[in-house]
């Protein structure tokens, strides 16, 4: 049984976060570096299972040549989702998993675990329904960023973790904290890194928000460094995108955003 207090509270939100912009990937490095992961692992003719997918922002991209599936706990987003060419179903992911052992290529959790009391027992479930060697994808936010120690530090309102500020996540992690629960449930961890740098601090980007419209000489800097690669019609987004996938991974855990590719290894 849906706990329905639980649900009454999802369904409001469903509107609440909807990522629809077209420059995603440059706002929240965390899309792309999920969708990065799954392309470099699978081209087509993959299962794909999206455990909390939201309105399908994440995983839709993948729709057509691959079959992917999602879990979620709100009717709103399961219909947007749906929409979206994801064939997805009402669930309550703290509930068993609706599918057979050894059944998807991928799973993705991604910003879903600091949302639910027992997430071992999900991110079991997850290994549970993966094929042996399959991909699992998880973020997190992380509790040790740099914005959290100096807020707590100071004594000041730690936006992160404080009621009423923060109303959804009730669990929090660390890079070595969810390393050592991915590894005793059976993973190998093959890559990790931190994301979405720019909520430490938002603004350094401001000056290079002002120039997305069309800056020139910031074109001309961009297709230098990236040797011609990307023609930038809006360059204050992209050099931002670079800025912050570099502190996410040379700064991982100071980063406020956590991923892990993981697989499955049955002994």
């Known amino acids: 049984m849906v706990r329905q207090g639980y649900k009454d509270f ?21 899309f792309f570096n999920v969708r990065n992961l799954i392309q470099k692992s699978y081209g087509e003719k993959c299962t794909i299972l999206d455990v909390g997918c939201g309105n399908g922002y994440q995983t839709a991209p993948f729709t057509g040549k691959n079959k992917v599936f999602g879990l979620d706990i709100s009717e709103a987003n399961i219909e947007k989702a749906t929409a979206k060419g994801i064939i997805a179903q009402l669930h309550d992911i703290e509930e068993p998993i609706p599918f057979k052992d050894a059944t998807f290529d991928v799973v993705v959790c991604s910003e879903v675990l600091e949302h639910l009391f027992f ?32 807020s707590m530090l100071m004594g000041r309102n730690c936006n992160f973790v404080e009621y009423p500020i923060n109303r959804e996540h009730i669990r929090f992690f660390s890079l070595y904290g969810m390393m050592d629960i991915l590894k005793e449930t059976g993973f190998k ?68 955003g956590l991923v892990f590719a993981c697989r499955k290894c049955e002994i």
């Not at 997850?126 to 936010?141: E, H, Q």
Request: glycine share 8%.
């Open 119 to 150: 997430p071992e027992e999900v991110i079991k479930e997850c290994y549970r329904v993966l094929k042996k060697s399959g991909l699992f994808i998880v973020t997190i936010p992380n509790l040790y960023c740099l914005r959290n120690r100096i």
């Open 189 to 256: 961890i093959q890559h990790f890194r931190g994301q979405e740098f720019a909520m430490n601090f938002s603004w350094p980007y401001k000056v290079i928000w002002y120039l997305h419209g069309g800056n020139k000489g910031l074109r001309i800097l961009i297709r230098i460094a990236t040797l011609g690669r990307i023609r930038a019609e809006l360059p204050g987004p992209i050099l931002q995108f670079y800025i912050y996938r570099f502190l996410g991974w040379f700064l991982t855990r100071l980063s406020p």
């Open 10 to 30: 999802y369904e409001l939100q469903a509107d609440e976060y909807s990522p629809e912009d077209g420059r995603i990937n440059y706002r929240h490095d965390q």
